[in-house]
């Protein structure tokens, strides 16, 4: 199929099959997605970070990340080490490209925890209301109440640090807002005719729920989280410059920040490359975050 | 086919709650068209509503079929009765394709023989197979309109309730949705069940009206004397003299009375 | 009508984009409005929303909105920016748009998104937009203010969406109001009575009103002036007593669609469509 077709195929106003309806209707998104440059551009950021994280041994040398070179310490930037090396010789380029699987295992981690909490709470809310609605809406508040960086304190001190603690510590305080989202967008739409259509052909709530609440819900719970992953890597990041995170040598980004303050004034590239780093990916993610909005708001009205 | 035996419906509960409907009784038959008129707010939705089973009454008995509804209803008496909704916009799922709105009642029921029922329910409301794969979106208000009737259709049900079907339609739609209307009734057998607050559009459709006024069925009536003007309940009046068009005199007198 | 007019529209032209080519929604529409009730009829998709929205410059993009002369008052439209748009709007024009369940935000409850409207435009404290708010429930004869009050748009019937979509409108006063099918979802009794309301309006307050809707027997009855559209032109305008004698078989096959009480047809003639008639023939 030549590009003239395919592109004619897909946004066929009469498509023939269940297949071309739906990559009709993803392609038109990512044609209205397109247009906003700054969101391609997060959305190029974003993929950076996933291929260099799956393609990190091939980018660089593992060996360079974690092995300690003292002769070679604090080097600036050269052909060898294009972002030079830290107080213990490792090369700081293959330290940012390992830390980015780190970055991603956080980014993944939370996501798995705070989008099913979050819809496992807000759905029912917002669907059943009464009682469930109050028990589970308290149940949010009490963990909105909780300070997010006292408590991951907390969990690591009580856990001992480590990078699993310091994501279960941060998706435990962040899931109550996707919570109120997901019940705020069920409490809309459960009165909504076609889910009373669906009532009247014998749908069980949990089949409603899923097949057609989920599908709307979703839109917003991912833009929501894509906006506040900025603000979680920096709160990762956080923890790890407090030594509360990823412990070394493992090469996170917060604490190479955090190791390099000391010769910040001398050796400047040691805390600052690994700071650019968040800096760029957050940045990404919230482009990102904001293109999809647009999109999906173009898409409601 | 419907009977209710004085049926009252509450919203809300302790003090707050109030009946929209209270103390409905009234029968169809097999293969008749009702029509139920009245004010806004007088209860016609809820009456709907509640011979559907989207809300549970408080106090009466709901019959369809010769059998008496539970307050929970099974798949198979689900089945039984279907509703078309006014609003053509928000009756269907934004997501969905019109194939993936008709399949999934096929699939709740358990129906085979999905494939063929489709296409037959599209080609009987009027809609080409290039209708099949659209999105809502790229539908216009009396071709949703035709969805929601094929969607309620598709499942063989006896009953079909039709809440204002074409008061967001234009004329020409409507008399097109109409015509489908009259149709099935014919072929099908259909007993239906229609609210509309345009009274030429009931004494079009149904043979038998009921008035409705602040949650009360004032009057049961015939819609040749709805036509005639053969009625006496003085709420029935007024909505006959509202309906001849809008009249000066008639809307000053309203609304000393309001 | 009496003095100038309120709103004059001259080749007025509504173009939509697309990747399959450019929709006209509106062609070449021209009309004045007074202080009078002028009735926009036509078929779905005539363009008679598009039109009300180009004067509210709600049109969105990528719409294109072009005219020859679109003034409101002394006020020239084609120039005005968005910003100056916003100030316009709910103050000097209004809109009662089509579908109220999507007007009314779900989640607020319908006393406050009237009385946020009333602070938004006219001012002053909560404790009198509550009043004028009530107040305005009251006028669109609506039977308990101050239960309705606090209810939430999913909460009350249909007609009473409507309702409070048209109090929220009338609000602020405005000089122009363009009720897009105000009074679809309404019974008959109350839709005389909303109409009474805006029929006090145009003359108690000498506000415009430009009254969109597909039930022509209604517009014939209320209105001054009845412009039919056909496929995003204006094919014919008549005084709305005469339009039951209108000449054009577009119009003619609107009136026949119609069922009527009293003349009972088994199928109603449906609508056989002329492609001559988007040409303005
Ligand atoms: N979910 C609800 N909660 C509380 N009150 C409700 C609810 N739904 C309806 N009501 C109330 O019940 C009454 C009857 O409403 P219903 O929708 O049956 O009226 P209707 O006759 O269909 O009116 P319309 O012609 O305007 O649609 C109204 O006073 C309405 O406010
Ligand atoms: N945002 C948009 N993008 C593209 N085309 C549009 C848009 N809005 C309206 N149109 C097109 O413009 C034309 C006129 O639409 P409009 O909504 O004005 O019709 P209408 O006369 O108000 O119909 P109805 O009685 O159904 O409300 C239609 O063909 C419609 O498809
Ligand atoms: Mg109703
Ligand atoms: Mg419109």
Not at chain 1, 147 to 160: E, K, Q, Y
Request: net charge positive.
């Amino acid at each position: 199929m030549s590009g003239v077709t395919l592109r004619g195929w897909l946004l066929d106003a009469a498509p023939a099959s269940r297949r071309q309806a739906r990559f009709g209707r993803w392609y038109r998104t990512w044609l209205s997605f397109q247009n906003n440059s700054l969101a391609v551009a997060g959305l190029l950021i974003v993929l950076a970070l996933v291929l260099s994280a799956i393609g990190a041994p091939l980018i660089a040398d593992p060996q360079a990340a974690i092995l300690q070179h003292l002769a070679q310490r604090l080097q600036p930037g050269s052909a060898a080490h294009w972002f030079g090396t830290d107080e213990l010789g490792r090369d700081i380029f293959a330290r940012i490209v390992f830390g980015s699987r780190i970055t991603l295992t956080i980014v993944a981690l939370v996501s798995a925890i705070v989008v099913p909490v979050g819809l496992g709470i807000g759905l029912p809310a917002g669907y059943f209301g009464g009682v469930v609605d109050a028990v589970l809406m308290r149940l949010t508040d009490i963990f909105l109440a909780f300070p997010r960086l006292v408590l991951a304190l907390a969990f690591a001190a009580a856990l001992g640090p480590g990078i699993e603690n310091a994501v279960i510590a941060i998706a435990l305080t962040a899931w109550p807002p996707y919570a109120r989202l997901a019940r705020a967008e069920t409490l809309t739409r459960r009165n909504a005719e076609f889910v009373q259509a669906a009532v009247l052909q014998g749908a069980s709530p949990i089949s409603i729920l899923f097949r057609q609440i989920v599908p709307l819900c979703l839109p917003s719970v991912v833009i929501r989280l894509t906006l506040d992953m900025a603000g979680i890597i920096i709160t990762a990041a956080g923890l790890g410059f407090l030594g509360l995170g990823a412990q070394p040598p493992a090469p996170e980004w917060g604490a190479m920040v955090a190791s390099g303050r000391q010769v910040l004034l001398d050796q400047w590239w040691v805390a600052t490359i690994p700071g650019i780093a968040i800096f760029i990916t957050s940045v990404g993610f919230n482009l990102l975050g904001d293109g999809l909005r647009d999109v999906a708001d173009a898409r409601s009205s | 086919m419907i009977r209710l035996d004085r049926v009252t419906v509450r919203y809300g509960h302790g003090r707050n709650a109030i009946a929209a409907a209270s103390d409905i009784s009234f029968a169809v038959a097999p293969g008749a068209a009702f029509g139920l008129v009245g004010e806004s707010g007088s209860g016609k939705s809820t009456v709907l509503r509640s011979i559907a089973g989207l809300i549970p009454h408080a106090e009466g008995q709901v019959q369809l079929g010769g059998a008496a509804m539970p307050p929970q209803r099974n798949r198979a008496q689900r089945r039984l009765v279907q509703m078309v909704f006014q609003d053509p916009y928000g009756s269907l799922h934004p997501n969905q394709t019109v194939d993936q709105a008709l399949a999934s009642p096929l699939r709740i029921q358990g129906l085979d023989g999905g494939e063929q029922r489709i296409a037959t329910a599209l080609r009987e409301v009027g809609l080409g197979p290039e209708h099949r794969f659209r999105f809502p979106h790229q539908l216009s208000g009396g071709q949703r309109q035709r969805v929601a009737i094929a969607r309620a259709l598709i499942v063989a049900p006896r009953i079909l309730l039709l809440d204002e079907p074409t008061s967001a339609l234009d004329v020409s739609v409507q008399a097109e949705i109409l015509n489908l209307l009259v149709r099935l009734r014919r072929e099908r057998g259909l007993t239906l069940l229609m609210v509309s607050h345009d009274l030429a559009v009931i004494a079009h459709l149904c043979d038998r009206v009921g008035v409705m006024q602040h949650g009360a069925l004032v009057e049961l009536t015939s819609s040749d004397a709805l036509a005639a003007g053969a009625v006496t309940h003085p709420h029935t009046l007024e909505l006959l003299r509202s309906n001849a068009g809008y009249d000066m005199r008639g809307a000053e007198a309203a609304r000393f009375e309001a | 009508m009496s003095g100038a007019p309120l709103l004059c529209v001259r080749n007025l032209r509504v173009t939509y984009p697309s990747a399959q080519g450019d929709t006209h929604a509106v062609r070449d529409v021209s009309f004045t409005l007074g202080r009078e009730r002028l009735g926009i009829v036509g078929e779905s998709g005539s363009g008679k929303s598009t039109t009300g929205r180009a004067i509210m410059g709600l049109v969105p993009p990528p719409g294109r909105v072009t005219a020859d002369e679109l003034r409101l008052g002394e006020l020239d439209l084609c120039r005005l920016s968005e910003r100056g748009f916003r100030q316009l709007r709910g103050r000097r024009v209004a809109m009662v748009l089509q579908d109220p369940k999507y007007a009314l935000n779900p989640v607020m409850s319908i006393g406050r998104q009237i009385s946020e409207t009333h602070r938004a435009h006219v001012g002053g404290g909560k404790p009198a937009a509550r009043r004028a708010a009530l107040e305005m429930l009251e006028a669109v004869r609506i039977r308990d203010p101050e239960r309705v009050f606090t209810l939430f748009p999913h909460e009350v019937s249909g007609g009473m969406g409507q309702r409070a979509m048209i109090a929220m409108m009338l609000i602020a006063n405005p000089e122009v109001l363009i009720a897009d099918e105000p009074t679809s979802a309404l019974d008959a009794t109350i839709q005389t009575q909303v109409l009474a309301i805006l029929d006090e309006l145009v003359r108690g307050r000498g506000m415009g009103l430009i009254l969109i809707s597909h039930n022509l027997h209604l517009v014939s009855a209320f209105c001054d002036r009845v412009l039919v559209m056909y496929a995003g032109r204006v094919v014919e305008t008549c005084e709305a007593g005469k339009l039951r004698e209108a000449k054009h078989p577009y119009t003619r096959g609107l009136l026949d669609a119609l069922p009527e009480l009293g003349r009972r047809r088994e199928l109603l003639p449906q609508l056989q469509r002329d492609p001559a008639w988007a040409d303005g023939a």
